[in-house]
């Protein structure tokens, strides 16, 4: 247990990031500010604290977010939000990355597009998870920096689905059926996303009555904010719109990949009309 500077009082605010050290060891990631009764941790990283002589371990994969006040203590416990913390938490998990494949379609060993592609701005792809349509998640830019996340489909079809890994995640584990909502959206409609996202949410329910428990275990390993349904089809539509001019998806010869929005609507499903 982390030591107590004997300059300092013993209280529960500064013997806490101690026990926490030691009671999640593997879990907490980074304390980088104590400034009480407030503790924060956030960032991978060392575990430290300022103000104090206090022996830090050193942890990782989550942060936590502690506030003291009075007798009260409330705990928020947060994942970490980069990339390779996500990717390499997801990797590490089998029960995970099958219930990411079992619910969203995101396997982590289907990152080969199957073609060179190559964007339009001339940044980096990185190919990191694949569907079982043949289709391709890529991050968009040079490692180190904010990178959206772009999806091609086998069908010739490419585009941004979030600003960053853990947007597009969220929009996939909260609105699974997605692809079909683009593809249902009258050429980006919002009004026929959200009447292809009711009729798709009946449909999945009926079929896997599991699915709202599975999504539930994603977002709170992943700590993921899954947002309500409209809120999710209007980022996902914003990020689809997004894609031109910079990340249009082009193979060799130059030929594009064509938008994500499909041009039906939700009244060319016969079943969904009646």
């Known amino acids: 247990m982390a030591a107590i500077s004997p300059s300092r009082p013993w209280s529960l605010a500064s013997w806490l990031p101690g026990f926490l050290a030691s009671w999640l060891p593997g879990f ?3 304390v ?3 400034d009480l009764p407030l503790l924060e941790a956030w960032h991978l990283g ?3 604290e300022k103000w104090g002589t206090h022996d830090a371990r050193s942890l990782n994969s989550a942060a936590i977010r502690l506030k003291v006040s009075s007798s009260e203590l409330t705990a928020i416990v947060r994942s970490v939000t980069s990339e390779d913390d996500i990717l390499g938490l997801i990797g590490q998990d089998p029960d995970l990355a099958e219930l990411l494949w079992h619910t969203c379609e995101f396997d982590l060993t289907r990152g080969d597009q199957g073609e060179p592609v190559r964007l339009s701005s001339g940044r980096a792809l990185e190919g990191i998870a694949g ?3 043949g289709g391709t998640f890529f991050l968009c830019g040079e490692r180190g920096t904010n990178r959206p996340v772009l999806y ?5 079809q490419a585009g941004l689905i979030g600003r960053t890994l853990t947007e597009a995640l969220e929009i996939m584990v909260g609105l ?8 249902f959206s009258g050429d980006g409609d919002l009004t026929a996303m959200q009447s292809a996202a009711e009729h798709l949410a009946r449909d999945l329910v009926g079929d896997q ?3 709202g428990a599975q999504r539930a275990k994603i977002a709170t390993t992943l700590s993921l904010d899954l947002a309500p349904v409209p ?5 996902l539509r914003d990020a689809v719109a997004g894609t031109t001019p910079d990340f249009v998806l082009t193979v060799e010869t130059g030929e594009q990949y064509e938008t994500l929005f499909g041009s039906f609507l939700p009244s060319r499903v016969p079943s969904w009309c009646s």
Do not use: M
Request: charged content about 30%.
């Open 209 to 211: 009555p599991e699915i």
């Open 32 to 34: 980088d500010e104590v």
């Open 131 to 133: 569907d079982f349509t």
């Open 176 to 183: 699974p059926s997605w692809w079909d909502c683009l593809k």
């Open 152 to 156: 091609a489909s086998s069908e010739g």
């Open 28 to 30: 907490l990631e980074t």
């Open 231 to 235: 809120v999710l089809l209007a980022r």
């Open 46 to 48: 060392r575990v430290y």
